[in-house]
């Protein structure tokens, strides 16, 4: 069994585009810069958008964090959005969700310029990574292609079993594999909750994708010996000894099911780190494809 480590590879990722960075950096070029808006003073958004912040200045990118008051109109904040596109400096930037109840979302992520949208949670981005044209992929299913290519799991001719139909997760990474090229090639089923018989199906992929948020749901008797197993699952479960009094779970029973698994991604250190990672690695094909 092979840990698919996370924190090892998006570490190696960042040292790659670092490299990239001083390249620019010697040949005279502006280096990527990265926005991010944060609305309110929410914790784990405020935490989320520093770390990212910190990572554009570990890989030498410039950074800009744009913090607007809880409070502010919808229109004011579409107004923002129309300016940060128009920004010729900027070369993409994220829009930290989730936004205040007062604004509706999707008309925010509308609003973003499809090239400057390294989420990659634009319908233009969705549409052109499903075309398999050049596209911002979001975050975690990029992050996911990332390990399984670099740890050359093998996933072509493979069943793949991608448990959850999210927009940013099961759904994307579902239309990846099942595509020409590294860590695809794969036969990918999509289970959500409307499933019958889930085990069934599970017991006969070669690779599972957990992505629903269910703590430990998939246990050893429903996977077959040898398979490949990402879980992006990521829950707080309470625990009262522990010292922050909650424990990160994902959504597969490790223990268990790794010692029946080839591989397997560990939670947490497994597809979470790979998330800035792969969101400096967006911000650095921006500045690239928008220099083209
Ligand atoms: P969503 O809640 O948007 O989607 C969950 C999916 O799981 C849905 O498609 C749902 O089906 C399906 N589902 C729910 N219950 C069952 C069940 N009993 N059997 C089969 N399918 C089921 O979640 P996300 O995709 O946003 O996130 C999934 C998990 O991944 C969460 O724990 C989240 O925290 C984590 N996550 C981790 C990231 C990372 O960086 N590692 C990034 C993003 C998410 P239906 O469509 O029918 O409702």
């Not at 670092?18 to 309110?40: D, F, T």
């Not at 779970?249 to 947490?268: C, L």
């Amino acid at each position: 069994m092979k840990i698919l480590d996370g924190k090892k590879t998006s570490n190696q990722i960042k040292e790659e585009i670092k490299a990239e960075v001083s390249a620019m950096k010697a040949r005279g070029e502006r280096v990527p810069h990265l926005a991010a808006v944060l609305v309110g003073n929410d914790g784990a958004s405020l935490t989320y958008v520093g770390s990212k912040v910190r990572s554009c200045e570990y890989v030498g990118f410039d950074s800009t964090l744009i913090r607007l008051e809880e409070d502010i109109t919808e229109q004011a904040l579409l107004e923002k959005i129309e300016a940060l596109n128009a920004d010729s400096s900027l070369d993409g930037y994220i829009v930290q969700l989730p936004l205040p109840k007062h604004i509706d979302e999707e008309k925010i992520l509308l609003a973003i310029d499809p090239k400057k949208d390294v989420d990659g949670f634009h319908p233009a981005n969705f549409g052109r990574m499903a075309l398999e044209l050049d596209a911002f992929i979001p975050a975690t299913p990029f992050g996911i292609m990332q390990l399984l290519e670099r740890y050359e799991v093998p996933t072509s001719g493979k069943h793949c079993v991608v448990v959850g139909r999210s927009h940013i997760v099961g759904r994307p990474i579902s239309i990846l594999m099942s595509q020409k090229g590294p860590a695809g090639n794969a036969t990918v089923t999509v289970a959500h909750s409307r499933t019958e018989n889930l085990a069934a199906l599970t017991r006969q992929a070669d690779i599972v994708v957990m992505a629903l948020g269910i703590p430990e749901y998939l246990t050893a008797d429903m996977v077959k010996e040898g398979a490949a197993i990402i879980d992006v699952g990521i829950t707080r479960v309470p625990d009262e000894n522990h010292p922050k009094g909650y424990v990160i779970k994902g959504d597969v029973a490790y223990e268990e099911v790794a010692q029946k698994s080839s591989f397997i991604t560990p939670v947490p250190g497994g597809v979470g780190p790979m998330t800035i990672a792969m969101l400096l690695k967006n911000t650095l094909l921006a500045r690239q494809w928008n220099q083209a």
